[in-house]
């Protein structure tokens, strides 16, 4: 698996803060994707509707994701391919070594998949012998600069045009030193340019899947660059690597939750491209591989099943979450120090290497809400992070001043007289200590909130009193 540094998301964050760089790319999110899926979203009535269909559909699969899976299993072997179940990163990384040795591979396309970054199959395969080469064009980027996606479908996000074109300079020596490179799509037709030749070269090709079909042993994948096309088409095999979540019981339930996908993620009603994919070619297809293999992983999935995280697993990797977090917003990808980021990754992190290394992500939230609002699976990540930090009190991990603090509330909450004998001192000191400004720039032991912004004063009653008074009419 891939090496976390989410225990230092603390540090990780003040280091992006100070990033000038990085700001500005930072500030190109919400205005790429916030507008355009309130677009997208306001222009289907029945969106909201669309949402609670896809919503039921994941509750429904993964309470009888059992029998699902082995119904996929059935027909991936009817179409002539193999499924090859993978409970640990290394085995799904040892599964796709074995069939690169067993064909003699020594290049490997891939399409855009977070999972093939979650269980470190580019290091692996390298360490093989084996050549990967990443064909989306933000993949593609990134792996030129040998850093990490900062975002699940804008991989390279973060980074600025310039420094696209000093990578292509530095990686692209031989076509001529003058050429242009000012202009975005002159870098996209160098990459297309260079990419070409390693399709027609690839010994296999790896693709995700954001979707696998119960009822037709269909993978699908989702892309607006054709890149996935060419990558699972050309080559003589072609791998799926998929989690165990992805299954959806029939084609009328992908279609359903297609209908939110694109929307929710770049504002387009459709992608440019979704690729349905079952076996491998038969006789009188005109292209295809010969060979059709789906590497199934759980990877501590199995273990959220039935527990309050259940929910997370209806994620159907939009983005949505993260082009709506401020947090994200302020900090990137990067700063969550492992694969998953933003919302979705202050979950799904914890749950895959462990609060004791991922306890930090859950705090790093506003509460504000956008991402459950936002996201169209209705997946409640709020709530989940909550439970994330009580599992972090309950292994004590969080600082002793934060435990010191929240035992001290629990001791007043527990004694309404003390709690309100001691709230109205408190509301009167602190109103003092404004000098009737209405704002506090300095409190006592609150000096990590007062040292960046002021602190309202506190204005009238308190909230007890008020609601003594409403209840005596």
């Not at 607006?224 to 084609?251: F, R, S, Y």
Request: hydrophobic share 35%; charged share 25%.
């Amino acid at each position: 698996m891939v090496q976390s540094t989410a225990h230092s998301f603390k540090e990780n964050a003040r280091e992006a803060l100070g990033d000038a760089q990085l700001q500005r790319a930072l500030s190109n999110v919400p205005k790429g994707f916030i507008d355009k899926r309130a677009k997208a979203r306001d222009g289907l009535p029945e969106f909201d509707a669309l949402r609670d269909a896809g919503r039921d559909i994941k509750n429904h699969t993964l309470a009888h994701l059992d029998l699902y899976l082995e119904a996929y299993e059935r027909k991936v072997a009817e179409s002539g391919g193999v499924v090859h179940w993978a409970r640990t990163a290394e085995e799904a990384r040892n599964a796709i070594l074995d069939i690169c040795r067993e064909r003699g591979a020594r290049t490997v396309t891939k399409g855009k998949s977070m999972v093939s970054e979650e269980i470190g199959l580019n290091d692996a395969l390298e360490a093989a012998g084996v050549e990967p080469i990443e064909t989306d064009l933000g993949e593609y980027i990134i792996q030129l600069r040998h850093e990490t996606p900062s975002h699940i479908i804008a991989p390279a996000v973060h980074l600025s045009k310039d420094q696209v074109e000093e990578s292509f300079r530095k990686a692209h020596t031989q076509l001529p030193a003058d050429r242009d490179l000012t202009e975005p799509v002159s870098l996209l037709h160098e990459a297309r340019q260079i990419l070409r030749q390693k399709y027609l070269d690839a010994d296999i090709g790896i693709t995700g899947a954001n979707f696998l079909i119960a009822e037709t042993g269909t993978s699908i994948i989702v892309t607006n660059e054709g890149n996935g096309d060419l990558t699972q088409t050309l080559p003589k095999v072609h791998i799926v690597l998929a989690t165990i979540e992805k299954v959806v019981p029939t084609l009328e339930d992908v279609s359903t939750i297609l209908r939110i996908l694109a929307r929710s993620a770049t504002g387009q009603e459709f992608s440019s491209y979704t690729t349905f994919s079952t076996g491998p070619r038969r006789a009188d297809d005109p292209d295809g591989p010969e060979e059709y293999h789906v590497i199934l992983l759980d990877n501590g999935r199995a273990d959220v099943l039935g527990t309050e995280f259940q929910e997370m697993l209806r994620c159907i990797r939009c983005g949505a979450c993260l082009n709506h977090c401020p947090i994200y917003h302020a900090v990137g990808g990067h700063a969550y120090g492992w694969v998953y980021s933003g919302p979705i990754g202050a979950v799904l992190d914890p749950a895959l290497i462990g609060v004791e290394e991922a306890g930090s992500l859950p705090n790093a939230s506003t509460f504000c809400g956008r991402c459950e609002e936002v996201c169209p699976m209705r997946i409640p990540l709020p709530k989940m992070m909550r439970h994330w930090r009580e599992r972090e009190f309950e292994k004590h991990l969080s600082p002793a001043s934060v435990r010191t603090g929240l035992g001290l509330w629990a001791f007043m909450a527990r004694r309404p007289g003390l709690y309100r004998a001691v709230t109205r001192f408190a509301m009167g000191a602190l109103k003092a200590l404004s000098g009737g400004r209405g704002r506090l720039s300095s409190v006592p032991l609150a000096g990590g909130w007062t040292r960046y912004r002021d602190l309202p004063a506190p204005q009238g009653k308190t909230f007890q009193a008020l609601w003594r008074e409403r209840q005596h009419g």
